[in-house]
């Protein structure tokens, strides 16, 4: 041990024995990042031969001139019109071009949201590993692993996303709740357990989870009219007519008899006012994204395009059929 107190030896060799030690410290160092990213360089080259199919577009988009931005253009034209194995052969050719972190990032992305619009949800799974290893804090990686385990059936992988948002700052509490429940309904229990678990989740200001249980065993909570019409005109006998919007409803459906109703909805009155008359009229309904604006025919608990919890807006209209 001695010999490292160089302060009570020949100062000239204390000296020389520190250079010697920078030395092979900077040298050690050197020799860790060139093996680290000979490493990481094989990894990529090993992920994308694992992916890369031959195709007659390959020598096209290898093109020297061909920059990144527009092999992205190039790819978001062909994710669009749904030519999706072109789109990943050019991000795949992409990421052989860039070594650097952050358009990397953006490439695993982007190549994710194909393979996940493809429906390939494992190889979405895996290119997102790559995206989460490089930024572990990708919020939007994070949003479509979160719906990757959603579709898998995967809750408890779910909760633990969940609670990653949680920690970068999302509101994810009505979630969480709703992926118990989801958790719940693929138990191995009968109906009666699964009502009574069900209904000890936190369902105050949940109005996903309150639909859902509607949705599912009919059990009904006091909620938004404008979350279940949908539901609601599916019913065969009148719900919560206490309640004015309900009340109209039903008696425009014809499932009450109020000898006189002051309606506030315009479309409930159009469709009471119709079907009096002798017309055949019908609720029409559609259903928007609050977030991207979206619009899809059936209802969805997450947005299929920007993968947002609870932003479904119900749209209705009331339809004048043929007459009678
Ligand atoms: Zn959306």
């Known amino acids: 041990m001695d010999f490292f107190f ?5 100062p000239l060799t204390g000296l020389i024995f520190l250079t010697i030690l920078i030395f092979i410290v900077a040298v050690a160092n050197y020799a860790w990042e060139f093996f680290s ?10 992920f994308i031969k694992k992916f890369e199919k031959d195709t007659i577009y390959k020598g096209l988009f290898v093109n020297e001139r061909l920059s990144l931005s527009n092999l992205y253009f190039l ?14 052969q050019i991000y795949l050719i992409a990421l052989e071009k860039t070594k650097k972190k952050d358009e990397q990032e953006f490439l695993f992305l982007a190549l994710a949201q194909v393979y996940f619009k493809a429906g390939f949800l494992e190889r979405t799974r895996e290119v997102l590993f790559n995206v989460l290893k490089i930024s ?7 949003k479509i692993l979160k719906i990757v385990h959603f579709k898998l059936k995967n809750h408890k992988e779910n909760l633990e996303i ?27 229990m009968n109906d009666e357990e699964k009502k009574q678990k069900l209904v000890r989740l936190q369902l105050q200001e949940n109005s ?16 938004e009219f404008s979350n279940i019409i949908d539901l609601l005109y599916q019913e065969t006998q009148p719900l919560n007519i206490h309640n004015q919007e309900y009340r109209e409803f ?23 006012i119709l079907c009096q008359n002798g017309f055949k ?44």
């Not at 990213?37 to 090993?46: A, C, R, S, V, W």
């Not at 609670?163 to 191995?188: H, P, R, S, T, Y």
Request: proline content about 2%; aromatic content about 16%.
């Open 208 to 223: 996903m989870l309150k639909r859902l249980l509607f949705e599912r065993y009919h059990l009904f909570f006091e909620q």
């Open 136 to 142: 572990p804090r990708n919020k939007q990686a994070l």
């Open 281 to 324: 009229a019908s609720f029409e309904f559609s259903y928007s994204c609050t977030e991207c604006k979206s619009t899809m025919p059936l209802f969805f608990y997450h947005c299929p395009v920007c993968y947002e919890f609870n932003t479904c807006k119900i749209l209705y209209e009331v339809k004048n059929n043929e007459n009678y």
């Open 6 to 10: 160089v302060e009570y030896r020949d």
């Open 162 to 188: 969940l609670e990653c948002l949680f920690e970068l700052g999302e509101k994810v509490d009505e979630e969480k709740e709703f992926i118990k429940a989801l958790q719940i309904l693929e138990c191995n």
């Open 75 to 88: 790819a978001e034209i062909f994710t669009k019109s749904g030519e999706f194995e072109k789109a990943v």
């Open 37 to 46: 990213k000979k490493d990481k360089k094989q990894k990529l080259e090993q």
């Open 250 to 272: 039903f008696y425009a459906l014809g499932k009450i008899q109020d000898k006189v109703m002051n309606f506030h909805n315009s479309h409930c009155k159009m469709f009471s």
